[in-house]
């Protein structure tokens, strides 16, 4: 039986309070079953994955350099891919959904990445998206980590 993965994405330095909610996605998911896949760094990266890793559940993170101990200390799987912030598509593609914590250009490149190959995105705290045409995108809003590990699990790409 294959493992589910949803990405969880976000600056690699954050806030307390995003720190708290990654963490808090991380702990949610790992209790639902439901691996996380991130950039293995620090920042939110490294909260999800500590939440994860203290409820027991599997992470993985896809490195941008050529060593595993880039790494953060909660990573399952430390896979380095020597690809730089290209990772950035493989990150998001390997997630049934994605969970956009916070977040700079990276996670918005990340946010588009998937959007493009139609996974589901929920913002907590993220981006909001608009096209440049006016419309707006379909990035699910969620103000809980509660709610954005049921809409993520709930929604499969």
């Known amino acids: 039986m294959r493992n589910r993965l949803v990405s969880v994405i976000g600056g690699s330095e954050c806030t307390a309070d995003e720190s708290a909610l990654a963490h808090e996605v991380g702990r949610l998911l790992a209790q639902a079953g439901v691996g996380v896949v ?14 994860a890793r203290s409820a027991g559940g599997l992470t993985i993170g896809l ?30 593609k390997a997630g049934e959904a994605v969970i956009a914590i916070g977040g700079g250009l990276g996670t918005l ?20 998206a608009e096209s440049p045409e006016g419309g707006k995108l379909p990035v699910i809003q ?4 509660q709610e954005a590990v049921a809409l993520a699990v709930r929604t499969r790409g």
Do not use: F, Q, Y
């Open 38 to 51: 991130c950039g293995g760094r620090g920042g939110v990266m490294e909260a999800a994955c500590r939440g």
């Open 63 to 92: 490195l941008p350099g050529d060593s595993a101990t880039e790494g953060n200390s909660h990573l399952t799987i430390a896979l380095p891919t020597g690809m730089g912030e290209a990772r950035n598509v493989i990150v998001v």
């Open 109 to 128: 490149s990340e946010i588009a990445h998937a959007l493009r190959l139609g996974k589901p995105v929920v913002a907590l705290g993220s981006w909001r």
């Open 142 to 145: 969620a103000t809980t980590a």
